[in-house]
């Protein structure tokens, strides 16, 4: 059952500093958690929502979970989904899993999306973003795949209006072939900067080449060749991961096959 000692808080550019992000919380003046805010309030001109979940613990409330949702026009996916909103992150974590926290921050985007065509979000079968179980619960339906296992789900608050899609099938990668690390980042997740500098630190090690192209605008996150939008990773011009991962693990699974 889940515990009444809960709060949800709608975080804005006033009590930032007070009650945080939820990522990366116990590192706050490390790269990722200030490129973070900074990236953060910048959305929040942008119609952003982030909200924290507090659940009591110990007689204190402590951030457990969130979830972060934007106009699909600003969206930090390889979605085209103009009037929707989009979710980029929903995460409870530890044991308050499976207790209702995740259907009452799922309700809050649900509630601000009220006169817009509905609500989208991108799911993955494997790591990283959400899975589809707690969206089929709430009545979204699947309109569009990517391979290998990402998936977009929409629920409509008109059954009249156009369905999102995923835009990375119609991108092809512009450069040239190139023989070393190609890295896209933003500052969306604060995990991306500790995953570029393993790269780096990889690459100086084997004298490979590190090519860098920094995503700054919602425009090139959604024109993006690999649907996340906010990262990937590239060796030899070959996809290896798009989210924080151990690259020696990649690499060597790459040299395999």
């Not at 512009?174 to 690390?181: A, K, L, P, V």
Request: hydrophobic share 30%; glycine share 6%.
């Amino acid at each position: 059952m889940q515990s009444d000692n809960f709060k949800i808080i709608d975080i804005t550019q006033e009590n930032i500093a007070q009650y945080g992000m939820f990522c990366q919380k116990s590192k706050q003046k490390e790269e990722g958690y200030q490129s973070k805010l900074e990236w953060i309030l910048e959305r929040f001109k942008e119609g952003l929502k982030y909200k924290l979940l507090l659940v009591e613990e110990r007689g204190k409330l402590t951030s457990r979970g969130f979830i972060e949702y934007i106009p699909g026009e600003y969206c930090w996916r390889g979605l085209e989904a103009k009037g929707y909103m989009v979710i980029h992150c929903i995460w409870v974590v530890g044991q308050h899993k499976g207790k209702g926290y995740g259907s009452k921050l799922l309700k809050e985007c649900l509630k601000d999306a009220e006169g817009m065509k509905g609500v989208a979000v991108m799911t993955a079968k494997t790591t990283w973003l959400p899975k589809s179980r707690l969206f089929i619960k709430h009545g979204f339906e699947k309109v569009d795949s990517y391979p290998p296992s990402f998936e977009l789900y929409v629920l409509k608050n008109d059954s009249t209006v156009d369905l999102p899609r995923f835009k990375t099938k119609e991108i092809q990668k512009e450069t040239e072939e190139f023989e070393g690390f190609e890295i896209y980042t933003s500052f969306q997740c604060p995990y991306t900067p500790a995953m570029v500098k393993s790269i780096e630190k990889y690459a100086e090690k084997e004298k490979i080449q590190v090519r860098k192209i920094p995503i700054v605008t919602c425009y090139e996150a959604q024109n993006l060749i690999h649907p996340y939008g906010t990262s990937c990773y590239l060796l030899k011009s070959k996809i290896l991961t798009y989210h924080s991962d151990n690259i020696h693990k990649l690499v060597e699974k790459e040299k395999i096959q």
